[in-house]
Each structure stands twice: as C-alpha cells, then as structure tokens.
C-alpha cells in the first residue's frame, strides 16, 4: 500500500511538543484547556471564536470547523449544527492550527515537508485527541487487548469525547499501517443506501481518506445488516482508487460503524495473510498535488512513477521542481510548482 513516510508516533510526538512549547509560553494552558477547552479560548484575544453555518471546502479541514488564519485577529469558525462531541473535537483541532502558526519551528518544517498539508491535519487531530481522553481513558478501552471495533466502540461509550476524537486516539495505537474509520449509511442519487465514511483516522503512514467519501465494500455493508463483521476489504479513496486489501473489524452501533483496518497482524487475531488485491486496484498517491489515483500507461523511463492525471506530474518534477518564488499578483512565498509562468496558479486562474 502506498504510504506517507510520517509515522503515527511522529505525528503524536509533533502534537505533544506543539502543546509543551505553548505551555512554557502560557503556564498552565494544559489544564485550563482540558478542563474547559470552549471558555479558554473563547476568552482569549488572539484568535476569535464564530458559529456559523461552516460550508464544505471553507478550509482544507475534514471536520465541522474552519480556520481563517487571514484575519485580525485570526477566526475559528465552528458549524452551528455540531453536536456537543464533534464541536469540541473541531474547536481543539482548529486551536491547532492556530499554535501552529505562532510556532516558528514547527511552522517551517511543516513548510519544508512535502506532505505538509496532511501532516498539518494529522497533527491537529492529535493535538485535539490529546486534550480530550487521556491515557487512561484509552487504556480502559483497550482492556489489555489491541484496536479492535468493540475497543473503539467502548471508548466512545465510557467518554464524552466525539466519535472522531475516538477514532484519532484509537488510531495512535496500531502497529501497522491502517485506518480507524466510522461510517454511516446515506441513500444515494438512485436513493439507494450506500455506506459513507464520514471520518477516518490513518495510521503509520497510511494515505488520508477524506470525510464523507463513499465505501463499496461488501463488509462494510453487511456490518449494517448483521451489526458486525470480520475479513478482509479494499477501502475507496475520493477518486475511485483502492487500499489493497485490509484485514477488517466492524461493529454497527446507533446507526454508526466502527471499523478498524490494518494491512497486517490483526489486533483481533486470525491469520495475518491477505489475498492479492485484483488487478486493476493498485493505488498510486501525487507527491505534489496529495491526489490518489489508478496508475495505467507505461511509467516514467527517468523515475518509474506513473503521471500523476490531476497535475500532469511524475516524481522527476519533485527532483527538479524549483524552490519557494514570490508572486508578483498576490505578494505571497509559496512552493516552485504552484507557479505557472511568472505567477501562481491562484492569481492566474
């Protein structure tokens, strides 16, 4: 399966250090934060809290907030329609992005990074995961067991803590590449039901599935017609492609499913050998654009990566794409291949 080379234990150890380095700055923000997330910020005169109807694309979030970190002062806006659980989850991943940007350190190698963008959502997930269950929650859970669905399920039941906050805190502990996902059933535009993964926590290294993107898989629908189910399945990315096949987990519960996927050594036990995926499925990830698609053609003679069909890119760009330039139309430093002439693509298209 393809991978990010940012491991889920680097991206907790980013969001424990992004937290400490605030701490030394603000004694005492930790607890307050943990305590009261909503009244320790809402207070605060550096970034501005807002309700409103958050639309979908306002930020590059796969959650039910924004940050618009363009304003003065910087705004966190939060969906009026959340529920309690998913409105704290947003608030402490949003707050995040906020630190992030007031971190220099972090904030420039973020910049440096070619995953930067997803690295940024996963630290914010973490951060947010962090101040709402602590060890001790998750370790109950677990039970001395490993990730299962009946673990993930257990821990959003004996918490307060949203769904998605639950799947992030899940996640950090599976050994191997995977997904903590929770999923739900939607009518599609024929109104037929279909399963839709309405959250989806990656772990090790595994590519980001975004929120809201349709799943196929027998599995996944049998687990709302039986309440549970175990094997093996191929989860959808946005553009059509596939995981390769996942030993899975599912439990349904209240119209919800808790899935857990892991390419190897399941945490529930059973044999740890995968059919291959068909042929037809392999999955190829853009280092430039973040898009997955399905490689076809024949591959670059000079890297023997695929071109990417969303940005006409191969892995020979990365090595010779130039450094950061400043545009001339928006006055703002960003990455060599943003730019389509003299400026970047947003100032021209």
């Known amino acids: 399966m393809p991978k990010s080379k940012h491991s889920s234990a680097h991206v907790q150890q980013l969001a424990v250090e992004l937290l400490q ?50 304003t003065k002062p910087p705004r966190i806006m939060l969906n009026e329609t959340a529920s309690p659980g998913r409105e704290l989850f947003s608030l402490g991943h949003e707050f995040a992005h906020f630190l992030i940007d007031h971190d220099e350190v972090l904030a420039d190698a973020l910049w440096a990074d070619d995953e930067r963008e997803d690295l940024e959502e996963d630290i914010c997930n973490a951060f947010a995961a962090l101040l709402l269950l602590g060890e001790d929650a998750v370790e109950r859970a677990l ?44 009518p599609d535009e024929d109104m037929n039901n279909r399963a839709v993964a309405r959250f989806t926590a ?24 039986r309440g549970r189910a175990r094997g093996e ?5 946005p553009s ?65 990566e695929h071109e990417c069909p969303t940005c006409r890119r191969c892995s020979c760009v990365a090595a010779a794409a130039p450094q950061a330039r400043l545009c001339p139309g928006c006055f703002t ?4 291949h943003s730019f389509v002439g003299d400026k970047c693509r947003e100032c021209v298209e």
């Open 202 to 225: 990656r772990a090790n290294g595994a590519l980001p599935i975004r929120r809201d993107t349709p799943q196929d898989g027998t599995l996944i629908a049998a687990s709302f017609v």
């Open 21 to 70: 380095c605030r701490e030394n700055l603000e004694p005492g923000l930790t607890d307050a934060l943990r305590s009261d997330l909503y009244g320790t910020i809402v207070v605060r005169s550096d970034v501005r809290l807002q309700h409103d109807n958050v639309q979908a694309g306002a930020s590059s979030c796969s959650i039910a907030a924004a940050y618009l970190r363009d």
């Open 240 to 304: 059509g492609a596939r995981t390769e096949a996942l030993h899975c987990d599912i439990l349904v519960s209240n119209g919800y499913a808790f899935g857990v996927f892991v390419t190897d050594h399941p945490p529930w036990g059973g044999l740890s050998v995968l059919a291959p995926s068909p042929a037809g499925h392999q999955t190829s990830w853009c280092e430039h654009c973040g898009a997955d698609f399905r490689p076809s053609g024949a591959a670059c003679r000079g890297c023997g």
């Open 143 to 186: 039970d001395g067991g490993g990730v299962t669905a009946s673990a993930v399920r257990r821990l959003f039941i004996t918490s307060e803590a949203s769904r998605e906050a639950v799947a992030v805190a899940m996640a950090q502990r599976l050994r191997t590449p995977g997904y903590v996902m929770i999923a739900s059933v939607e």
């Open 333 to 336: 430093e960003k990455p060599g």
């Open 233 to 237: 399945e191929q989860l959808l990315f």
